[in-house]
């Protein structure tokens, strides 16, 4: 998967991160937080602060012990949370490390990881309920499939 975009929800006013698959048949909106989103915006944007941010600091700290990271998959769907993993390498030792698909996401965007997405999350992942009372599911995922680079750029954070 690969991050599509930021944007804003127009029902909740609430980030999303939209992640779609290489080939462009498979979409899943993350809600997250503003801070969040904030994070990742940054990188998207590659706007450099004046010092280490949060995710920034991981890299940093990870680099420094002489750990990759591997990956991030975004791992579980419960009660409407998603769950991920950053898969880490230390000494050829595979760690797994429970995270927020949020934080999982600006780390990987900042250390160049490939992004995954559980089968098992894509096939019970939904829009959020606000917005599936108000629009189709089909409808909604429709119009994420659909988004344009102007579309992108109205929401952007």
């Known amino acids: 998967m690969k991050i599509r975009g930021l944007m804003m929800d127009p029902v909740t006013n609430m980030p999303i991160v939209v992640l779609k698959d290489a080939n462009g048949s498979a979409v899943l909106p993350i809600w997250v937080g503003i801070y969040e989103a904030n994070a990742i915006a940054l990188e998207i944007e590659k706007i450099a602060t004046p010092r280490p941010m949060t995710h920034d600091l991981i890299k940093n700290v990870l680099l ?19 769950y991920a993993l950053i898969w880490l390498e230390n000494g050829g030792q595979a760690i797994a490390v429970d995270s927020r698909p949020s934080d999982a996401l600006a780390l990987a965007l900042r250390v160049d990881c490939p992004i995954f997405v559980e089968e098992e999350v894509l096939k019970n992942s939904k829009i959020s309920s606000t917005v599936s009372d108000k629009i189709s599911h089909e409808d909604a995922q429709k119009w994420l499939e659909n988004l344009n680079e102007d579309d992108m750029g109205r929401y952007k954070m």
Do not use: A, M
């Open 64 to 82: 420094g012990l002489e750990t990759n990271v591997r990956k991030v998959v975004v791992s579980k769907l419960k009660d409407d949370t998603f």
